[in-house]
Protein backbone atom coordinates (compact mmCIF):
# COMPACT_ATOMS: atom_id res chain seq x y z
CA UNK A 1 0.00 0.00 0.00
CA UNK A 2 3.01 2.25 0.68
CA UNK A 3 3.56 1.84 -3.32
CA UNK A 4 0.33 3.47 -4.09
CA UNK A 5 0.54 6.06 -1.19
CA UNK A 6 3.76 7.39 -3.27
CA UNK A 7 5.45 6.97 0.68
CA UNK A 8 7.19 3.58 -0.11
CA UNK A 9 9.15 3.08 -3.05
CA UNK A 10 10.41 -0.45 -2.74
CA UNK A 11 9.07 -1.63 -5.19
CA UNK A 12 9.92 0.59 -7.73
CA UNK A 13 13.67 0.03 -6.86
CA UNK A 14 13.43 -3.90 -7.07
CA UNK A 15 11.67 -3.50 -10.48
CA UNK A 16 14.03 -1.09 -11.73
CA UNK A 17 16.75 -2.90 -10.60
CA UNK A 18 15.38 -6.21 -12.05
CA UNK A 19 14.77 -4.41 -15.29
CA UNK A 20 18.50 -3.22 -15.74
CA UNK A 21 19.79 -7.14 -15.02
CA UNK A 22 17.60 -7.95 -17.25
CA UNK A 23 18.39 -5.33 -20.13
CA UNK A 24 22.26 -6.25 -19.44
CA UNK A 25 21.49 -10.52 -19.23
CA UNK A 26 19.20 -10.73 -22.03
CA UNK A 27 21.47 -8.60 -24.38
CA UNK A 28 25.00 -10.64 -23.15
CA UNK A 29 23.09 -13.93 -23.62
CA UNK A 30 21.23 -12.56 -27.25
CA UNK A 31 24.54 -11.82 -28.31
CA UNK A 32 26.13 -15.28 -27.55
CA UNK A 33 23.22 -16.64 -28.98
CA UNK A 34 21.33 -18.36 -25.65
CA UNK A 35 18.01 -15.89 -26.03
CA UNK A 36 15.93 -14.73 -28.76
CA UNK A 37 13.60 -11.95 -28.97
CA UNK A 38 10.08 -13.22 -29.92
CA UNK A 39 8.53 -9.19 -30.79
CA UNK A 40 5.14 -9.21 -31.44
CA UNK A 41 2.82 -6.49 -32.95
CA UNK A 42 0.61 -4.71 -30.42
CA UNK A 43 -2.02 -1.85 -30.34
CA UNK A 44 -3.04 0.84 -28.52
CA UNK A 45 -6.53 -0.30 -27.44
CA UNK A 46 -5.10 -3.29 -26.19
CA UNK A 47 -2.21 -1.72 -24.06
CA UNK A 48 -4.69 0.64 -22.47
CA UNK A 49 -7.45 -1.90 -21.61
CA UNK A 50 -5.16 -4.01 -20.23
CA UNK A 51 -3.61 -1.34 -17.95
CA UNK A 52 -7.31 0.02 -16.99
CA UNK A 53 -8.01 -3.93 -15.80
CA UNK A 54 -4.56 -4.13 -13.85
CA UNK A 55 -4.60 -0.74 -12.49
CA UNK A 56 -7.91 -0.57 -11.59
CA UNK A 57 -7.74 -4.08 -9.69
CA UNK A 58 -3.68 -2.61 -8.44
CA UNK A 59 -5.53 0.03 -6.72
CA UNK A 60 -8.49 -1.33 -5.23
CA UNK A 61 -6.98 -4.14 -3.71
CA UNK A 62 -3.47 -3.26 -3.03
CA UNK A 63 -2.22 -6.77 -4.41
CA UNK A 64 -0.97 -7.15 -8.36
CA UNK A 65 -2.18 -10.49 -9.74
CA UNK A 66 1.84 -12.33 -8.84
CA UNK A 67 1.19 -10.94 -5.07
CA UNK A 68 -2.30 -11.96 -4.83
CA UNK A 69 -0.95 -15.89 -4.48
CA UNK A 70 1.69 -15.03 -2.18
CA UNK A 71 -1.07 -13.32 0.18
CA UNK A 72 -3.39 -16.17 -0.22
CA UNK A 73 -0.43 -18.21 0.82
CA UNK A 74 -0.44 -16.52 4.41
CA UNK A 75 -3.76 -16.63 4.85
CA UNK A 76 -5.06 -13.24 3.85
CA UNK A 77 -8.98 -13.36 3.77
CA UNK A 78 -8.63 -9.66 1.51
CA UNK A 79 -6.61 -11.23 -0.64
CA UNK A 80 -8.56 -14.68 -0.82
CA UNK A 81 -11.93 -13.13 -1.38
CA UNK A 82 -11.01 -9.72 -3.43
CA UNK A 83 -8.00 -11.10 -5.23
CA UNK A 84 -8.69 -14.65 -6.11
CA UNK A 85 -12.21 -14.38 -6.62
CA UNK A 86 -11.87 -11.20 -8.25
CA UNK A 87 -9.71 -12.44 -10.74
CA UNK A 88 -11.77 -15.29 -11.73
CA UNK A 89 -14.89 -12.86 -12.03
CA UNK A 90 -12.72 -10.87 -14.26
CA UNK A 91 -11.33 -13.48 -16.26
CA UNK A 92 -14.91 -14.84 -16.93
CA UNK A 93 -16.22 -11.41 -17.45
CA UNK A 94 -13.11 -10.37 -19.93
CA UNK A 95 -14.00 -13.90 -21.32
CA UNK A 96 -16.85 -13.13 -22.45
CA UNK A 97 -16.63 -9.76 -23.46
CA UNK A 98 -13.24 -10.84 -25.56
CA UNK A 99 -14.75 -11.37 -29.14
CA UNK A 100 -16.62 -8.19 -29.02
CA UNK A 101 -13.38 -5.95 -27.84
CA UNK A 102 -11.43 -7.67 -30.07
CA UNK A 103 -13.44 -6.63 -33.35
CA UNK A 104 -13.29 -3.00 -31.93
CA UNK A 105 -10.89 -1.39 -29.23
CA UNK A 106 -8.31 -3.94 -28.59
CA UNK A 107 -7.33 -3.21 -32.26
CA UNK A 108 -7.05 0.35 -32.43
CA UNK A 109 -3.87 1.85 -32.59
CA UNK A 110 -1.49 -0.96 -34.38
CA UNK A 111 2.07 -0.96 -33.53
CA UNK A 112 4.31 -2.05 -35.96
CA UNK A 113 6.60 -5.06 -34.50
CA UNK A 114 9.54 -2.67 -33.80
CA UNK A 115 12.39 -2.81 -30.89
CA UNK A 116 13.48 0.25 -29.19
CA UNK A 117 16.84 0.53 -30.52
CA UNK A 118 15.05 0.00 -34.04
CA UNK A 119 12.35 2.36 -33.29
CA UNK A 120 15.33 5.26 -32.39
CA UNK A 121 17.77 3.76 -35.29
CA UNK A 122 20.36 3.27 -32.49
CA UNK A 123 22.80 0.56 -32.05
CA UNK A 124 21.32 -2.01 -29.42
CA UNK A 125 24.47 -1.92 -26.82
CA UNK A 126 24.05 1.83 -26.92
CA UNK A 127 20.10 1.43 -26.32
CA UNK A 128 21.41 -1.07 -22.93
CA UNK A 129 23.69 1.39 -22.22
CA UNK A 130 21.63 4.17 -22.00
CA UNK A 131 18.73 2.34 -19.81
CA UNK A 132 21.12 1.40 -17.40
CA UNK A 133 22.50 4.66 -16.65
CA UNK A 134 19.18 6.06 -16.50
CA UNK A 135 17.71 3.26 -14.15
CA UNK A 136 21.22 3.74 -12.39
CA UNK A 137 20.19 7.48 -12.01
CA UNK A 138 16.74 6.69 -10.80
CA UNK A 139 17.26 4.56 -8.32
CA UNK A 140 20.47 7.06 -6.84
CA UNK A 141 17.87 10.11 -7.04
CA UNK A 142 14.95 7.91 -5.38
CA UNK A 143 17.83 6.96 -2.08
CA UNK A 144 18.91 10.78 -1.83
CA UNK A 145 15.85 12.24 -1.11
CA UNK A 146 14.77 9.45 0.84
CA UNK A 147 12.28 7.50 -0.69
Known sequence: ???LLLTDFTVVKIMASAVAVGLVGFFILNRIGYARRHVREGTIGSNVVGGLIFGLGFG?????????????????LDALIGGFVGILIGVGIFARIYPSLNRTLLTYGRIKKETVHELLGLPEWLVVLAGCLGIVVFLYLLEVTGF
Open 60 to 76: LLGYCPGTVAGAVGQGA
Open 1 to 3: MGQ
